[in-house]
């Protein structure tokens, strides 16, 4: 049996504990002081002494893994699936691994948009300074100038971007389960423009800057010293303080800050966005939206905020476990009635594919959702 490292340092003190609770009332006092001693120790903190570094690999080679002729992840060595627990008993460290390999999924799918689906990566905000955050939605060469039809599509919430669905779909099943690319090319197959939106993609982060603090011998009209005194008893508080901060987080993960992107910094603002700069402006004469779960409730709001324009282009709305609610959202009634007229939200339901699921709000019709998603989703977009 393996003892790790978190447990050796904490034994000493559970032995005193012991030992400590045998003896009698006056040794209450040192009780109290040890149990003290613990309540300051920071379990989830100590027990990544016990980790190997977070280090993983920046491609899917490094990871030795790569998308079969299916679209299937597997292992090329062994040709298995991927493996969250990859070290027994090291959950942190197994979640940090699964993250940076979804990082690398997310580039991966955005070259796929390219160069599979030829869409274009088109920066915004449009006007932005060459020092400013930015983010970017992907686009075909006519979405802008189709003349009849145009697709747009919202993923949900999480850390999904552009082209996804769903992360874990991607990594668990394959490519066509949990990404966006068999909609975009049998839409771009049947002649519609399409763009794909990036609602999550609301910052950058950057390494929070460093606070120097000024020695107080630097500006102080004290006895030198006093000033020597403080000093020592200042680069001694330091000394101990690194020494916590380095057994407290033995692998010091960088702090990090948010930059948020201008007028882009929600998923609601981000719809609004792309609708004004974009959408609005293109040629189609009929909008067509499929928006899955949080992306359904930026569209609704997208809709409060542009109501008429959105009834001029838009014609019909497929919604997949769309999470919006008109009245948290303070939907209208004539927005309402439009929903239920020209949209349809296909939910996960033990019930039958396209079987009517009741539903309390009055918004638009709710169905079962089944295998056959894809193509009940375009009978209903016509």
């Given at each position: 049996m393996s003892i790790s490292l978190s447990s050796l340092i904490l034994l000493p003190i559970?032995?005193?504990?012991?030992?400590?609770?045998?003896?009698?009332?006056?040794?209450?006092?040192?009780?109290?002081?040890?149990?003290?001693?613990?309540?300051?120790?920071?379990?989830?903190?100590?027990?990544?002494?016990?980790?190997?570094?977070?280090?993983?690999?920046?491609?899917?080679?490094?990871?030795?893994?790569?998308?079969?002729?299916?679209?299937?992840?597997?292992?090329?060595?062994?040709?298995?699936?991927?493996?969250?627990?990859?070290?027994?008993?090291?959950?942190?460290?197994?979640?940090?691994?699964?993250?940076?390999?979804?990082?690398i999924i997310t580039k991966y799918v955005y070259e796929l948009l390219e160069k599979d689906c030829n869409l274009k990566k088109i920066s915004i905000p449009v006007d932005a300074t060459e020092s400013e955050p930015k983010s970017f939605i992907f686009m075909s060469e006519d979405a802008l100038t189709n003349p009849q039809k145009l697709m747009v599509l919202i993923h949900g919430s999480g850390v999904v971007r552009a082209g996804q669905w769903a992360r874990r779909l991607i990594i668990n099943e394959d490519l066509d389960s949990g990404t966006q690319i068999p909609f975009i090319k049998r839409a771009m197959d049947e002649g519609y423009g399409v763009i794909v939106l990036n609602p999550n993609e609301n910052?950058?982060?950057?390494?929070?800057?460093?606070?120097?603090?000024?020695?107080?011998?630097?500006?102080?009209?004290?006895?030198?010293?006093?000033?020597?005194?403080?000093?020592?008893?200042?680069?001694?508080?330091?000394?101990?303080?690194?020494?916590?901060?380095?057994?407290?987080?033995?692998?010091?993960?960088?702090?990090?800050?948010?930059?948020?992107?201008?007028?882009?910094?929600?998923?609601?603002?981000?719809?609004?966005?792309?609708?004004?700069?974009?959408?609005?402006?293109?040629?189609?004469?009929?909008?067509?939206?499929?928006?899955?779960?949080?992306?359904?409730?930026?569209?609704?709001?997208?809709?409060?905020?542009?109501?008429?324009?959105?009834?001029?282009?838009?014609?019909?709305?497929?919604?997949?476990?769309?999470?919006?609610?008109?009245?948290?959202?303070?939907?209208?009634k004539t927005i309402r009635e439009w929903m239920r007229e020209n949209c349809c939200n296909w939910v996960s339901s033990s019930e039958p594919l396209d079987t009517s699921v009741e539903s309390m709000l009055p918004d638009c019709p709710r169905v079962s959702a089944g295998m056959c998603l894809m193509r009940d989703v375009w009978v209903f977009l016509g």
């Open positions: 559970w032995i005193s504990m012991a030992q400590i609770q045998q003896g009698g009332p006056d040794e209450k006092e040192k009780t109290t002081a040890l149990k003290d001693l613990l309540s300051r120790i920071d379990l989830d903190e100590l027990m990544k002494k016990d980790e190997p570094p977070l280090d993983f690999p920046d491609t899917l080679e490094g990871f030795e893994y790569a998308f079969n002729e299916k679209g299937q992840l597997r292992h090329i060595k062994t040709g298995e699936p991927f493996v969250f627990n990859y070290r027994e008993d090291l959950h942190r460290w197994n979640q940090k691994r699964y993250e940076a390999l979804g990082e910052y950058i982060e950057v390494e929070k800057p460093k606070i120097h603090v000024q020695s107080s011998s630097d500006s102080s009209d004290e006895p030198a010293e006093k000033r020597e005194r403080k000093d020592k008893v200042s680069k001694e508080t330091k000394k101990r303080r690194d020494f916590y901060e380095k057994y407290r987080n033995p692998q010091r993960e960088k702090e990090m800050m948010q930059l948020y992107i201008r007028e882009n910094g929600s998923p609601e603002e981000h719809a609004i966005y792309v609708w004004d700069h974009f959408i609005a402006q293109s040629a189609a004469e009929n909008v067509f939206f499929v928006a899955h779960s949080y992306g359904g409730l930026a569209f609704v709001e997208l809709m409060i905020q542009r109501e008429a324009d959105v009834k001029s282009k838009v014609t019909a709305v497929a919604l997949t476990d769309s999470v919006h609610n008109v009245w948290h959202q303070e939907a209208g």
